[in-house]
């Protein structure tokens, strides 16, 4: 999987995407909103089993209560952890449909450098063009489509170009 300045390049296919509001950064750090620039290995992927079917054999459900520590002061950071949690995180169970389907990536994971930034996901985006908060995001049907072909250690490929 290559991020290309027309889209993810895929299996042959190109799948239109967003990117982080920040850009593509080589120097990435919490909060700037920038898409990492590397080769980051797929490492998981989750899913609503409320709203979907499950879309890989390796995939998880998402459970109520399931959050992603985002604060780098915490030791969790950069983990999913369980509700009640009182740091800095974000909710995986969303009302809205951006994490019915997650793709996760390695980014400063598993062993989570403190300010570097946190939680690289490929997931539905809001709306073609909007940018995301440095995740990559794709249409919800091509998000199904990249998921039901990916394997577990497939590579994401973000060029400093973008």
Not at 8 to 30: D, H
Not at 75 to 91: G, I, L, Q
């Amino acid at each position: 999987m290559v991020l290309t300045p027309r889209g993810l390049r895929f299996q042959g296919r190109i799948y239109p995407c967003t990117i982080g509001k920040g850009g593509v950064s080589a120097r990435k750090v919490e909060g700037d909103g920038a898409t990492p620039v590397g080769i980051h290995r797929i490492v998981g992927m989750l899913y609503r089993p409320d709203r979907m079917a499950r879309p890989a054999d390796w995939a998880l459900p998402l459970r109520p209560g399931d959050l992603w520590s985002d604060d780098p002061d915490d030791p969790d950071y950069n983990m999913m952890v369980r509700a009640p949690y009182t740091a800095s995180h974000e909710r995986l169970r969303r009302a809205d449909p951006l994490y019915d389907l997650i793709l996760l990536t390695d980014w400063n994971w598993p062993y989570a450098v403190k300010g570097r930034g946190s939680a690289i996901f490929i997931h539905q985006y809001r709306r073609p063009g909007y940018p995301t908060e440095g995740c990559i995001g794709l249409a919800r049907d091509h998000l199904r489509q990249v998921a039901a072909r990916i394997r577990f250690s497939t590579r994401l490929v973000v060029p400093e170009t973008g």
